[in-house]
């Protein structure tokens, strides 16, 4: 793929608040199509992590222990890779 600058697309014309709703919805958009991309395991399991699913699920899935699961959690959070998910499927106390 060839570089592309943000003018190049247009996007510099975006304002501050708009770039990251975009890279949001970019990110979102490879997510539900990870199926077709060949990612490396690791990432597989970044994604299903963002996907919403459990650290039990993602453990099982990949073959690997809940604390590797919660490690990489913890490091994407204090490296600012993403934000934590703001969506949570079970009910509020």
Do not use: Y
């Amino acid at each position: 793929m060839a570089s592309v600058s943000l003018r190049d697309l247009g996007l510099d014309r975006l304002s501050i608040e708009e770039r990251p709703q975009l890279a949001d919805a970019i990110w979102d958009s490879v997510v539900h199509e990870v199926g077709t991309l060949p990612l490396p395991e690791w990432q597989r399991a970044e994604l299903e992590c963002d996907r919403g699913r459990s650290t039990r699920e993602v453990a099982t899935k990949f073959d690997v222990s809940e604390s590797w699961v919660r490690r990489m959690k913890q490091e994407r959070r204090e490296l600012n890779k993403t934000a934590p998910l703001l969506k949570r499927r079970r009910a509020p106390l």
